[in-house]
């Protein structure tokens, strides 16, 4: 049971970078000492690193590419039912543009037959795109991030620029109403902010772990896009503040 729980813990920090005492202790619904404890004997496994306040992840070699399939592994039942949801959302002949992130690159498992142009960065979107037919796809280029495996270079935004987006679909490492809509790559951050001013319609596409979150980085507001889509299971403080401020829960 406890090696389980280690394993769990080890991916949940090699897939966020950095993660706090905190987080873990909510993620994991598991005591402080406890935590203190787990951190520790992964440390000393060399698996992460204990810095102060929380565990940060160690680079390895091929160690890119290792983080971004453990964020594909995590919450894989929520992250289909989002993805599920979000294609709902997409109507025959939009222009989409479709954010980093292992969430929203599943979309295309469930667009069935309806044509649409696609415009991203994202690695595996674009690798689940690439054999579509009824797809037309749009490339951005720069600097490529491998932890991310998608491009953060602040000048794609320029290329974004040029586009007029029907419905951007966004990703977030973070939620929070204090912390805002959050990421925690600052270049990854300012394409974010571009492709929402050229959206004419933007949904924020998350699971409920991230829900109340912290990142390191704010690039919007938490009440700035109008529609979460989720699976649901995040705490009533969240749900009283969706409320109040009219924010679609999908």
């Known amino acids: 049971m406890r090696q389980e729980r280690l394993e769990k813990i080890e991916e949940y920090v090699s897939s966020n970078g950095f993660v706090t005492m905190e987080q873990i202790r909510d993620e994991f619904q598991i005591a402080m000492p406890t935590v203190r404890k787990d951190i520790s004997e992964l440390a000393s496994q060399g698996l992460i690193e204990k810095v102060y306040g929380g565990a940060k992840a160690i680079t390895k070699t091929g160690g890119h590419l290792h983080k971004f399939k453990n964020r594909e592994s995590l919450h894989v039942a929520e992250k289909n039912t989002i993805a599920a949801k979000a294609a709902g959302l997409i109507d025959d002949g939009d222009v989409i543009y479709i954010d980093s992130g ?41 600097k490529f991030n491998k932890d991310t495996m998608s491009v ?63 990142a390191l980085i704010r690039y919007a507001e938490p009440d700035s896009i109008r529609t979460i889509v989720t699976d649901g299971a995040y705490d009533k403080e969240y749900k009283k503040y969706f409320k109040e401020n009219g924010i679609n829960i999908i």
Do not use: W
């Open 102 to 142: 292992t969430t929203v690159a599943s979309i295309f498992n469930y667009i069935g037959d309806k044509h649409v142009t696609v415009i991203t960065s994202n690695l595996a979107a674009i690798n689940s795109i690439a054999g579509t037919e009824n797809v037309d796809l749009y490339i951005i280029g720069g």
């Open 152 to 214: 953060d270079n602040a000048s794609a935004c320029e290329l974004i620029g040029g586009y007029n987006i029907d419905k951007a679909f966004m990703a977030a490492t973070g939620y929070s109403i204090e912390g805002g809509i959050a990421q925690d790559s600052p270049t990854e951050c300012e394409i974010k902010r571009f492709a929402l001013e050229r959206a004419t319609e933007s949904y924020l596409l998350i699971d409920s772990s991230k829900i109340g979150r912290k």
